[in-house]
């Protein structure tokens, strides 16, 4: 084990881990972040999405070890209290079911807005069309998108 440092949410977090840890891992069970979700292991599904640098990344194929070069946002970092534009649309279009895939979609959907303040279906679709809701609850995640954008004072 050897200690890391990483940048998250904000603030730097210290703990002990193998180098090849995945920072998925690391999150939930070194720093207690259980917002981020295990569902693949492997990159495809989106529920471990985290923002890295402001991009959105799958905490699963990053290890600690390259982790400590980047700043990275769960969904606890995006607002403490749930007042980000992108929870609050969650919120309004009543998206979540079972929630799992949620904080993923969430952050991925805070990513594709800094790109495009203003994202067509085809860009909301492209953006999060690999995350995997089970509940299948992709037409509220499109219109929550479109009310996010809304609420940054971007969108229609």
């Known amino acids: 084990m050897r200690r890391f440092t ?3 949410n904000g603030e ?3 703990f002990e881990a ?3 840890m995945p920072l998925l891992w690391a999150l939930r069970d070194r ?3 259980t917002g981020t979700k295990y569902g693949c ?4 599904c989106g529920a471990c999405t985290v923002l890295r640098d402001g991009r959105a990344v799958r905490s699963c194929q990053i290890s600690v070890l390259e982790a400590a070069r980047g700043r990275f946002t769960t969904i606890e970092g995006l607002s403490r209290d749930g007042t980000h534009p992108c929870q609050r ?4 279009e009543d998206v979540a079911q079972c929630g799992f895939c949620q904080p993923g979609m969430i952050l991925e959907t805070a990513a594709l807005l800094r790109k495009k303040p203003l994202p067509s279906d085809g860009d909301i679709d492209r953006a999060l069309g690999e995350h995997v809701c089970r509940c299948g609850s ?3 995640v499109r219109r929550a998108v479109h009310t996010a954008a809304r609420f940054t004072g971007s969108g229609r």
């Open 138 to 140: 992709y037409p509220r």
């Open 6 to 8: 990483i940048r998250v």
């Open 12 to 14: 730097r977090r210290t």
């Open 89 to 92: 649309a969650w919120i309004e």
């Open 18 to 20: 193998e180098p090849e």
């Open 41 to 44: 292991g492997v990159g495809v």
């Open 31 to 33: 720093l207690g972040l």
